[in-house]
């Protein structure tokens, strides 16, 4: 049975969840910010307070499936393009890397700068060729690209599963 909340309460949750959803959709624009993650949060705390339900169980399974997606995917595009246009794994393990420690030393366009400045920098000393190392930038540029038009399609997803679970 569903916990029986105050209508003002269950109102406030909703407001709340679709603001926290907002952010999180919208944050995705900073290739680091986990806002797939951020939707499924505030997913789970409108399950918690208002009740899963019988749907709201296998849609809220449903948008945990897509807020791992989401957090994948960022990762996975980016290296694949920059891989696909002649990147050493070592050179993207540091970008990466780089991107994740400059988005938590200067949050949050440290990694947007650090990443591909990495990149760039170990593949001319890699090839000793700056066009073959923006090249291979260009790819990961690109994958960033991708993967942020992905997460927001499936921001948009999670939310839409969402929707049908708190308003129908």
Same mark, same amino acid.
């Given at each position: 049975?569903? $916990?029986?909340?105050?209508?003002?309460?269950?109102?406030?949750?909703?407001?709340?969840?679709?603001?926290?959803?907002?952010?999180?959709?919208?944050?995705?624009?900073? $290739?680091?910010?986990?806002?797939?993650? @951020?939707?499924?949060?505030?997913?789970?705390?409108? !399950?918690?307070?208002?009740?899963? #339900?019988?749907?709201?169980? *296998?849609?809220?399974?449903?948008?945990?499936?897509?807020?791992?997606?989401?957090?994948?995917?960022?990762? @996975?595009?980016?290296?694949?393009?920059?891989?696909?246009?002649?990147?050493?794994?070592?050179? @993207?393990?540091?970008?990466?890397?780089? !991107?994740? @420690?400059?988005?938590?030393?200067?949050?949050?366009?440290? =990694?947007?700068?650090?990443? $591909?400045?990495?990149?760039? #920098?170990?593949?001319? *000393?890699?090839?000793?060729?700056?066009?073959?190392?923006?090249?291979?930038?260009? #790819?990961?540029?690109?994958?960033? =690209?991708?993967?942020?038009?992905?997460?927001?399609?499936?921001?948009?997803?999670?939310? !839409?599963?969402?929707?049908?679970?708190?308003?129908?």
């Amino acid at each position: 049975m569903e $916990p029986t909340i105050p209508l003002w309460l269950e109102s406030l949750v909703v407001v709340l969840s679709i603001a926290t959803m907002v952010v999180g959709l919208f944050g995705l624009i900073i $290739p680091i910010f986990p806002g797939n993650v @951020i939707i499924w949060v505030a997913a789970l705390v409108y !399950g918690l307070v208002v009740g899963f #339900g019988r749907l709201g169980a *296998w849609l809220f399974v449903m948008i945990t499936l897509l807020a791992i997606a989401g957090a994948l995917t960022d990762n @996975i595009m980016m290296a694949g393009k920059a891989r696909q246009s002649g990147a050493s794994w070592w050179s @993207i393990l540091v970008a990466l890397l780089g !991107g994740v @420690i400059g988005t938590l030393v200067f949050p949050p366009i440290g =990694g947007l700068i650090a990443a $591909p400045l990495l990149l760039f #920098g170990m593949e001319v *000393w890699h090839h000793r060729d700056q066009d073959k190392a923006w090249k291979v930038t260009r #790819g990961l540029l690109v994958g960033w =690209g991708l993967a942020f038009v992905v997460r927001f399609i499936i921001g948009v997803f999670q939310i !839409g599963l969402w929707a049908v679970w708190a308003f129908l």
